[in-house]
């Protein structure tokens, strides 16, 4: 089993729909990531976080240390949201152990 | 404005040959790792370094080598024993002692024919 699961792992959504992406994981950790990849490759920090929540923008990132849960909400989703969306958790030893993946496409 | 410049974006190599890839960071960053991705899967680290002149193994570093001769470059040869070199590869780098979160580079992406 991955210590970090993400689902779903293929999301298609219509233009203006609200976004959910999940991620669960097994370990202790000291932070956890949401990064965002376009088709290109580079790839791009969202949001680090250890409790909470926080907003960027259209971006919402929750997470639950107790649960071990954390979520990528997008509000008023728009075709150039469209990319893969990478859930990482920093372990104890500060080393990153990564999600697969979310691939979203929003069509106009 | 500080950041990682990783170069080059896309590379090709006859295979066999080795192939090096850049990584430089001029955030005054300790630590710099060394991801590959395939497709599908998450990203997965093949070396790290803490410090100067010091590199660790990670998950999968069969097939490659690092140095770590200036603390604002990391680079990493994909040599000709990479059974399945063709994939993505991302640069990072962080501070070592506090947990700050990472910087990425942009990648890159290599293609062995």
Same mark, same amino acid.
Request: hydrophobic share 35%.
């Given at each position: 089993k991955n210590e970090v699961e993400q689902s779903p792992q293929n999301l298609t959504a219509q233009e203006g729909e609200f976004i959910t992406i999940n991620c669960s994981y097994s370990v202790g950790i #000291?932070?956890?990531?949401?990064?965002?990849?376009?088709?290109?490759?580079?790839?791009? /920090?969202?949001?680090? @976080?250890?409790? =909470?929540?926080?907003?960027?923008g259209r971006l919402i990132a929750t997470i639950n240390i107790q649960e071990k849960h954390s979520s990528l909400h997008i509000t008023a #989703?728009?075709?150039?949201?469209?990319?893969?969306?990478?859930?990482?958790?920093?372990? /104890?030893?500060?080393? @990153?152990?990564? =999600?697969?993946?979310?691939?979203?496409?929003?069509?106009? | 404005d500080g950041g990682i410049t990783q170069s080059p974006k896309y590379l090709f190599r006859k295979e066999g040959q080795n192939v090096t890839l850049s990584c430089e960071q001029n955030l005054n960053h300790d630590a710099m790792y060394w991801y590959r991705q395939d497709p599908g899967q998450g990203l997965r680290l093949i070396y790290y370094s803490q410090i100067v002149n010091d590199f660790q193994k990670g998950d999968i570093a069969e097939?490659?080598?690092?140095?770590?001769?200036?603390?604002e470059s990391f680079p990493l040869t994909v040599t000709s024993a990479q059974k399945n070199p063709t994939a993505f590869y991302l640069c990072a780098s962080s501070i070592?002692?506090?947990?700050?979160?990472?910087?990425?580079?942009?990648?890159?992406?290599?293609?062995?024919?």
């Open positions: #000291s932070a956890l990531h949401w990064l965002q990849q376009h088709p290109g490759g580079g790839i791009v /920090s969202l949001f680090m @976080l250890s409790s =909470g929540k926080k907003k960027h #989703s728009h075709p150039r949201d469209s990319a893969v969306y990478i859930c990482a958790v920093a372990d /104890s030893n500060y080393q @990153l152990i990564w =999600g697969a993946g979310t691939k979203l496409i929003i069509k106009p | 097939g490659y080598s690092v140095s770590r001769e200036k603390k070592w002692n506090r947990y700050r979160g990472y910087t990425f580079g942009s990648g890159t992406r290599l293609t062995v024919v």
